[in-house]
């Protein structure tokens, strides 16, 4: 995605942060999606007329056009047990209706077939589906969710001089009323520490995201990397969100890279209901390997919305 859109994505969601930190301050976390959705669009000419939680297997959320009138319905998959990705998902369309509305009001998708109803219809993860247009959408309604819901100079006063700890992410996890992985992933993306997170399944990860300090010394995760035996998250240790829980660290040659090996600090959690591991790791900082300062990190979360001419 280009710094243009990722900038047009972050700054609406700033802006419209700090509107609701003038009229709630401290007391805005976490946001009330629905209500300053409805809110904001009953400023335009064509307002979000319905927002509903929906049980279909295989959806995340929709943005669609009235057939009939100018107004805007949101439909967002119902999650009891996890409330965090329903707010996640209904900001995630929220920021497609202020980002991304023009485009279905002047036809649709370009990719649309004659008939074929306008809609954003946002579907779990598949590179082999997805075109350009679509990813980019995708990636800049997922940066606008992340900024209103997370705002990054709140995260970070949460975040103070503290470790990463089981605790303090309860804390941002219950302050702003997201997922785990939300949470983290946000972390990963502003922190200015050599740090990545691995998410897996049976032994494997399914996606990672490393940070730009972590990435630029050669640390990526790649699909499919297989978890080592001697790390938490292959024991099978870490368990649920505990308050107790902190970084053990771990001596080289548990964790191996594309540039070698060295120590590491690791905090897992397992969601034994799911079968998924979700692991933190934390190495220090040096100034070894180098990157150019201006390229972007490439990992396995990135092969799914990046262009496939990216790959």
Known sequence: MTGRTTKSATRAATDLSRVIASVLGEARFPIDVE??????????????????????????????????????????AEQPRYPGRERFTLAHEFGHYLLHRQDLQSGGRADAAPGEEAEYRCLPLHNDRWKEQEARREEEADTFACHLLMPFDDYRAQLGDAEISGALLAHITDRYGVSLTAAVRRWIEFTDKRAAMVVARDGFALWGRASKAAYRSGIFINSGLEIPEKSLAGMGKGGSLATTSRPTSLPSGVWTFARGSEPVKELTFIAERLGVSLTILQFEQYSGYRLEEDEEPWDSYDQFVRPSEDR
Do not use: C, N
């Not at 904001?40 to 009939?68: N, W, Y």
């Open 35 to 76: 209500a300053w959705a409805v809110e904001v669009s009953r400023q335009q000419p064509d307002p979000i007329e319905t927002i509903q939680k929906v049980a279909i297997d295989g959806f995340d959320g929709m943005l669609r056009p009235h057939p009939k009138r100018r107004a805007w319905q949101i439909l967002y």
